[in-house]
């Protein structure tokens, strides 16, 4: 079955302090793996893209990599800022047609406190 | 800017409601999606549109229905709410080729009494 799986649930943090967000999935034949942020509210907006070549992915303070052997991604958010209190939700996208193509982790909330 | 628009931003409802969640979007889409979004469940598919009048069952859509009968709209509908429908309701959309990204909507809060 195609799972997406997140750790860890929820974090806090300091401001100022980097932090590290997990993604395993098991999702075949893989398309490609993005990152959205989803702020109290409001949905979810896209952060980075990862295709199967690609291992490195870098959006200001957030950086993205993907291990395609191991079929694992992280998001890595350097010198944390209180905007970044949100939830982050890894989305794997599959080959196949049809909308159950895109399959959702259950995201991590981060609270970044001053 | 591209643009997910859903109508409400909040709802309450009576149990036995029928419920009309509208979304356009503005980027000439092919694919349309609902979602609904529940604490600890993340977001679960409800219904899949990828062309006008064309709709395919998601992982829940009991309860549910949609329509779509313009390209830049699509319609879920809440038969007759019941309490276990309250939710967070997500739009999305996303073209038919490219990297498919997903863009949403800002969420409709659903409350059902």
């Known amino acids: 079955k195609n799972q997406v799986e997140q750790s860890p649930q929820s974090l806090i943090i300091l401001e100022g302090k980097n932090c590290t967000l997990q993604?395993?999935?098991?999702?075949?034949?893989?398309?490609?793996l993005r990152w959205y942020k989803q702020d109290t509210g409001r949905g979810p907006v896209s952060l980075t893209i990862m295709t199967f070549s690609e291992n490195t992915k870098s959006n200001g303070r957030y950086t993205a990599t993907l291990d395609a052997d191991t079929k694992q991604s992280s998001l890595h958010i350097t010198a944390s800022q209180l905007s970044d209190s949100a939830s982050y939700i890894c989305?794997?996208?599959?080959?196949?047609?049809?909308?159950?193509?895109?399959?959702f982790g259950p995201g991590t909330r981060l609270s970044v406190l001053p | 800017d591209v643009k997910v628009t859903q109508s409400s931003r909040y709802l309450v409802k009576r149990t036995g409601e029928k419920v009309f969640l509208e979304c356009v979007q503005d980027?000439?889409?092919?694919?349309m999606f609902w979602y609904r979004q529940d604490p600890g469940l993340g977001l679960r598919l409800i219904y899949f549109s990828y062309d006008v009048k064309m709709k395919e069952k998601g992982d829940i859509p009991e309860g549910y229905s949609v329509s779509r009968e313009k390209k830049e709209r699509f319609s879920l509908i809440l038969e007759s709410a019941s309490t276990n429908q309250t939710s967070m309701y997500l739009c999305?959309?996303?073209?038919?080729?490219?990297?498919?990204?997903?863009?949403f909507g800002e969420g409709s809060r659903l409350t059902v009494l």
């Open positions: 999305a959309s996303s073209s038919g080729g490219g990297t498919g990204e997903l863009f």
């Open positions: 993604c395993n999935y098991t999702v075949s034949p893989f398309s490609n």
């Open positions: 980027m000439d889409h092919e694919n």
């Open positions: 989305v794997v996208r599959g080959t196949t047609r049809g909308g159950q193509n895109f399959v």
